[in-house]
């Protein structure tokens, strides 16, 4: 994996920072004492231990507060969020020269596609752009979708957005989605309705997701089915500056009341499960990353929904299939976010 913080030493140089905070993603903390060598001749550095989301997720304001700058591996910037500080994204990016076998790719043909939405994480951004070199020379046509404002991207894919996939999704027979791990394939999957594949760079094969995305749905509707009987709601905004859902986490709050169930407006910077089984309440409804609410379900004692599903399960949104919860805007987070 490539990572290089020479533009980010420049840029924070040329603001004039002195205290930067260091944020490195769980793969790249090995790295960690070297990179905090190089800082440190320049800078007084502060290191974050704390897991964090991505470009969503800078820290609590107790901490970017008292820095200049915010240093930040392993992620792109999000365009759209206002960010408090200067904030520098040090892109990490795999070897485009890895080996993809072009057997591998002939799957697609031989399954009737010709028209290939290409998808992908940030870390496998130029590997993407490599394959729609490679497609045309097997018979196929590539196709990579324009992302929104809250992507940097164009094909470019997160946990809490696939624009990239909306924007051509009436123009190509199926996708493929080069990233790591089957979220984003479902995510895909889901929001398209279109065949999927995950490109496996460990097995160096395609690997179809319909199975996995109708396996997720009938878990997602058994776990969301039992808020029915739930009687109080905590409705949670998350305060990460690129998570910020106010206005959402409000509507909800006004839907809840119509049903004549009682429900609270809660915030938290740090979600953890064992606060809401404090306060009683029969189901929460988390209106930060979608990921929360389905990767951390098991956490928790009581269902845990993305707004979406709340919305889908009590009638106030209409649809014969499951819908992800994306993110395409967040709120601003500033001093007045209390009266808003």
């Not at 080996?99 to 992908?120: E, H, M, N, T, V």
């Amino acid at each position: 994996m490539r990572v290089s913080i020479d533009e980010a030493i420049e840029g924070a140089r040329a603001i004039g920072a002195k205290r930067i905070l260091l944020q490195l993603p769980d793969g790249l903390k090995p790295d960690v004492f070297h990179i905090y060598d190089r800082l440190r001749s320049e800078f007084s550095v502060i290191v974050s231990s704390e897991p964090f989301y991505g470009a969503c997720d800078i820290g609590s304001p107790e901490v970017y507060s008292r820095v200049d700058a915010v240093i930040q591996l392993g992620h792109s910037e999000m365009p759209n969020v206002d960010y408090p500080k200067p904030v520098f994204f040090v892109e990490a990016r795999i070897n485009s020269e890895i080996q993809i076998p072009p057997d591998s790719l002939l799957q697609l043909k031989d399954a009737g596609y010709r028209k290939i939405g290409l998808l992908c994480s940030i870390q496998y951004i130029d590997l993407m752009n490599r394959l729609a070199l490679m497609l045309p020379e097997l018979g196929l046509v590539p196709v990579i979708g324009k992302q929104d404002a809250r992507m940097k991207y164009p094909g470019q894919v997160i946990g809490c957005n696939f624009s990239a996939a909306h924007s051509v999704a009436a123009d190509v027979d199926c996708f493929l989605v080069v990233s790591t791990g089957k979220f984003h394939g479902i995510g895909v999957q889901l929001s398209t309705e279109k065949p999927v594949y995950i490109l496996d760079m460990n097995m160096k094969s395609l690997v179809p997701m319909q199975e996995e995305t109708d396996q997720f749905v009938r878990k997602r509707y058994a776990r969301i089915s039992r808020a029915l009987d739930a009687r109080k709601f905590c409705v949670v905004v998350d305060t990460k500056i690129g998570q910020f859902r106010i206005k959402l986490a409000n509507v909800i709050l006004d839907q809840i009341r119509k049903l004549g169930l009682e429900g609270v407006l809660c915030y938290t910077n740090d979600v953890k499960p064992s606060d809401y089984e404090n306060m009683r309440c029969d189901a929460v409804i988390f209106t930060g990353c979608p990921r929360v609410s389905i990767d951390d379900e098991q956490k928790f004692s009581m269902p845990i929904l993305t707004p979406v599903e709340f919305q889908l399960l009590f009638g106030f949104k209409r649809s014969n299939r499951y819908i992800m919860d994306e993110i395409v805007a967040v709120d601003r987070l500033d001093s007045d976010w209390l009266s808003n």
